[in-house]
Nanobody, 122 residues
C-alpha cells in the first residue's frame, strides 16, 4: 500500500514537500523503483521523478532544478521536495512503485499506485 501526503494550495514561487509511505512490501528497498507522477485536469498522467534502490534519480525536464526526489527509511518512504512552484505544476500527484531496478518514466510500467495528493499553485 502506498499513501501520499503533503499536497496543498500554494502561491506561485512557493514550496511543498510530498511524502509517500509504503507498507506491506517485503524487502522492497532492494531492486524496487519508486516514482512520483502527476495528472492535471484534462491531461494524461506524466512522470515527474523517479528514484531506484541505489538512489539514482531521474527528473522530467519541466521540474529539473526545482524538484528533488529522495528515498529514506530503508526505502519505505519517498519524498518530493518541490520548490519554485508554477501554475502548471498544479495537479494530482501520485506515488508509484515498480518491482524493477529500471525506473521507467512511463506510468503504465508501474502496477502499484497511491490514492494521490492534490497540489494547487495559483
Amino acid at each position: 500500500q502506498l499513501v501520499e501526503s503533503g499536497g496543498d494550495s500554494v502561491e506561485v514561487g512557493g514550496s511543498l514537500r510530498l511524502s509517500c509511505s509504503a507498507s506491506g512490501y517485503s524487502r522492497y528497498s532492494h531492486g524496487y523503483c519508486m516514482g512520483w507522477f502527476r495528472q492535471a485536469p484534462g491531461k494524461q498522467r506524466e512522470g515527474v521523478a523517479t528514484v531506484d534502490s541505489d538512489g539514482s534519480t531521474n527528473y522530467a525536464d519541466s521540474v529539473k532544478g526545482r524538484f528533488t526526489i529522495a528515498r529514506e527509511n530503508a526505502g519505505n518512504t519517498v519524498y518530493l521536495q518541490m520548490n519554485d512552484l508554477r501554475t502548471d505544476d498544479t495537479g494530482m500527484y501520485y506515488c508509484a512503485l515498480r518491482r524493477s531496478q529500471y525506473c521507467s518514466p512511463e506510468p503504465h510500467d508501474y502496477p502499484d499506485w497511491g490514492q494521490g495528493t492534490q497540489v494547487t499553485v495559483s
